[in-house]
């Protein structure tokens, strides 16, 4: 801590406080809940609005006692003192950690329905569409007690069903939906075509995962540019090559190069004299090197499956298909070319959004999540939260065993299976947390010949989750998953129902298992806390060998040697030290990406603050008429004869067709700046400041460039009756759009890299 001492002493007095403060309004909420329990729903309704006066909630006991009323009566559930503690906190701001299955739901629901009684629209944001349908109609009943309503939004909507979704009082949405529907608002020729509706509130639900590990990666809006595809023959060359002969992948499994033979062999197929030569290194060696990077570092089953004749990208940080998600400048077309799919069009960039700045758009942000604390130092730093510990109802009963440490990768895969047969043997319901399709399936088959009977719930069967998750903590289930069960997942002993949940508490509750610590401890937690909710029994272990991603590139300038026991275990303190220290490594090597990624951006985000200003008045106003009729008179009376709305909203598309190409031109630039920024930096000046130097000084020609070249589509564009022909003059907006998904997450990626080998790892 050091020079921050005073300060963090400071908080924590003021957390102290703030929590006894609390514990006295919970407390005194007790006698005011058996008094509301006497009275009708109209009355206990009554006596929720009375509590708030001036926009806030002022008699918080009381408050406090309808929504545990209304919670008893609608959802069979009575709050616990921790639960409303917790919704407090929320209420000012904060973010909550609270553990895994201790029942943050029903906590983000009462408080939105707090912010809702005070006249705040509430975006209740999750990470997944799943989790935003299920929690939406799981508290619709507490929320619509109240006379308020609430829906959610999900990736199937269309426009309409959206705009209607987001005029509810609580929004339950996952944070990509919310984030293109921004971008998407932000498209609009004409104010009636806005979907969203203003918010308030941002409550965020996972919020670590939402709030630092999604927001390493701007979410992207892209549309079509027809006509640019590479060419298959180049593919083909390039499938031919071989690795660690003709290309090197780097240790961190991020980048790939030729190698001088690699080089030579490219071009004596291809019939070039250079690749590096000036005619070629910005045209084929382009299209090779996506191809390479396609052929060495996209695996099908960890990167994305093919489904239809389709590619459909996987989000490995959340184990699912990422939909409408493509990869960006020709590696999409790359990858396809590789699958031998139909290829599809190119695009460009529209528009991007940080998460940083899709928060900044609500007046209050808070958060939920089991796993703040680890991230407290990222939810500080890029968002000015606090975050407040919330403690356990019961107490803990998940027994968290010692990683278990093998020597090889292979070792390790053995060991996991003989673990699972054993544990399913005494009927115990398992759960195994894999990294990527390809490893949970790899393993489910294995377990099959084994003679067991696996649920597999990774990208390719998202639609069986529900039935998978209800089924996974019943007795003798072993079920295999990705990512997609490490969050927010409910899954009770016994089944849906819980009606063997004496058997499966008898049998240890569930047993998790995780093939090996992921990138972040957080999100090792996760996975354990899907055991042991609202103080169930259960069990979690992790199983790590020395050649795991996390371990090679946390410990990869380090070398440690180990005397293996005849089944390949090498646990001892000094190795699992070794394991943790690793994992500390990534761990800060992804928030020193974070903190780059945060300056780089940073400008950027102000920038588009601007341009949004701009776009509103031009939206809003009569401005782009005003604007262009005083550059152009002659034409202006020309259209004089026009209906006033047609030549005003003419004139809007006009500039507002120009404003955004003008921005999109800007944002392609300076992503093309920041690729090169290591290379332009000149002597003395570090890249940052160079590339906010070029920022700041192309940023000025945007607005200008853009009114310009309106100018000259107003007086050159057809525009009559019915209003301006932007396509017959070549100027389009895009039909589709899309998103991109930015290939260097650090935290894609599998957590296991030898999975990319032929064959089946863990046999
Ligand atoms: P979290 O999001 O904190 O991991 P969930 O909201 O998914 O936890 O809840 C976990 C389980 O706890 C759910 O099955 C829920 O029904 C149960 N639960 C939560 N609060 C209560 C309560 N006050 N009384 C009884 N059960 C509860
Ligand atoms: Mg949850």
């Given at each position: 801590m050091g020079a921050f001492d005073w300060f963090w002493k400071a908080m924590g007095a003021q957390a102290d406080r703030n929590d006894k403060k609390s514990k006295t309004v919970v407390d005194n909420s007790r006698e005011a809940t058996a008094s509301l329990a006497a009275l009708d729903d109209a009355a206990v309704t009554q006596a929720a609005r009375e509590s708030v006066q001036e926009g806030v909630i002022a008699d918080k006991s009381t408050f406090l006692a309808a929504l545990a009323v209304a919670s008893e009566r609608k959802l069979g559930m009575h709050p616990f003192h921790v639960q409303s503690q917790a919704v407090l906190r929320l209420l000012e701001g904060d973010v909550i950690q609270m553990a895994t299955g201790e029942g943050k739901t029903l906590v983000g629901a009462m408080a939105a329905t707090g912010f809702a009684l005070t006249g705040k629209?509430?975006?209740?944001?999750?990470?997944?569409?799943?989790?935003?349908?299920?929690d939406a109609e799981w508290m619709r009943p507490l929320v619509e007690f109240f006379g308020l309503t609430v829906s959610s939004v999900t990736e199937k909507l269309g426009p309409e069903q959206r705009r209607e979704a987001y005029r509810a009082d609580i929004v339950y949405a996952p944070v990509n939906e919310v984030g293109f529907d921004v971008l998407r608002d932000n498209q609009i020729t004409d104010r009636s075509q806005t979907v969203q509706a203003p918010a308030d509130v941002a409550l965020v639900d996972e919020a670590d995962s939402v709030l630092v590990d999604e927001a390493l990666v701007p979410l992207v809006l892209a549309g079509n540019r027809p006509g640019e595809a590479p060419t298959g023959h180049i593919t083909n060359v390039v499938a031919r090559l071989r690795e660690g002969l003709d290309y090197q992948i780097s240790e961190d499994g991020r980048t790939v190069h030729l190698t001088e033979p690699g080089a030579a062999r490219v071009e004596k197929e291809l019939g070039l004299d250079s690749l590096y030569s000036e005619d070629n290194i910005g045209t084929v060696l382009v299209k090779v090197n996506l191809a390479l990077h396609a052929k060495a570092l996209l695996i099908r089953d960890i990167h994305y499956i093919v489904v239809d004749g389709k590619l459909q990208l996987i989000d490995a940080s959340r184990g699912r298909v990422a939909d409408l998600q493509r990869w960006p400048d020709g590696l999409q077309a790359a990858v396809e070319a590789k699958e031998g799919l139909e290829v599809s069009e190119g695009g460009r960039i529209l528009d991007t959004i940080t998460l940083q700045e899709l928060m900044r758009r609500y007046p209050v942000v808070c958060g939920m999540t089991g796993t703040a604390v680890e991230a407290t130092e990222q939810l500080t730093q890029f968002y000015g939260?606090?975050?407040?510990?919330?403690?356990?109802?019961?107490?803990?009963?998940?027994?968290?065993?010692?990683?278990?440490?093998?020597?090889?990768?292979e070792d390790k895969n053995r060991a996991i299976v003989e673990e699972i047969v054993e544990l399913h043997s005494t009927g115990q319901p398992v759960l195994v947390g894999t990294h990527d399709v390809a490893e949970s399936e790899a393993l489910a088959e294995v377990l099959q010949e084994r003679g067991i009977e696996v649920n597999v719930l990774n990208a390719k069967n998202d639609a069986e989750e529900a039935r998978i998750v209800a089924e996974a903590g019943d007795v003798g289930r072993v079920t295999v998953s990705t990512q997609m069960a490490g969050r927010g997942t409910d899954i009770k002993l016994g089944g849906a129902d819980e009606a063997d949940r004496a058997a499966v508490v008898e049998r240890g509750g569930l047993a998790v298992i995780g093939t090996s610590r992921h990138r972040t401890a957080r999100l090792d937690n996760q996975l354990r806390g899907r055991a042991g909710r609202q103080g169930d029994p259960g069990l979690s272990v992790f199983f790590v060998s020395l050649d795991d991603d996390v371990v090679r590139q946390g410990g990869e300038d380090e070398s440690l040697s180990v005397q293996p026991s005849p089944d390949g275990r090498v646990d001892s303190k000094r190795v699992s030290d070794f394991v943790a220290h690793c994992q500390r490594v990534t761990e800060g090597q992804l928030l020193e990406i974070h903190s780059q990624t945060w300056k780089?951006?940073?400008?950027?985000?102000?920038?588009?603050?601007?341009?949004?200003?701009?776009?509103?008045?031009?939206?809003?106003?009569?401005?782009?008429?005003?604007?262009?009729?005083?550059?152009?008179?002659?034409?202006?009376?020309?259209?004089?004869?026009?209906?006033?709305?047609?030549?005003?909203?003419?004139?809007?598309?006009?500039m507002l067709y120009h404003l955004d190409l003008s921005w999109a031109d800007h944002l392609e630039l300076m992503d093309d700046v920041r690729e090169s920024i290591h290379l332009r930096a000149i002597a003395r000046e570090t890249p940052l400041t160079e590339y906010h130097r070029i920022a700041v000084r192309e940023f000025k020609d945007v607005a200008q460039r853009a009114v310009e070249d309106s100018v000259t589509t107003f007086r050159e564009a057809l525009i009559d009756a019915q209003g301006v022909h932007m396509e017959d003059a070549g100027l389009a907006r895009p039909s589709a759009t899309w998103t991109y998904m930015v290939s260097d997450n650090p935290l894609t990626g599998s957590g296991n890299s030898v999975v990319s080998g032929i064959g089946n790892i863990f046999r």
């Open positions: 629209r509430v975006h209740l944001i999750t990470v997944n569409d799943y989790l935003a349908a299920r939260l606090g975050v407040s510990v919330i403690d356990r109802n019961k107490e803990l009963r998940r027994f968290d065993e010692a990683d278990r440490i093998f020597a090889t990768a780089y951006n940073q400008l950027l985000a102000d920038q588009r603050v601007i341009i949004d200003e701009r776009r509103a008045q031009l939206l809003d106003t009569d401005k782009a008429w005003e604007e262009l009729s005083q550059r152009a008179p002659e034409r202006a009376a020309e259209l004089e004869h026009l209906d006033k709305d047609v030549r005003v909203a003419a004139a809007r598309e006009i």
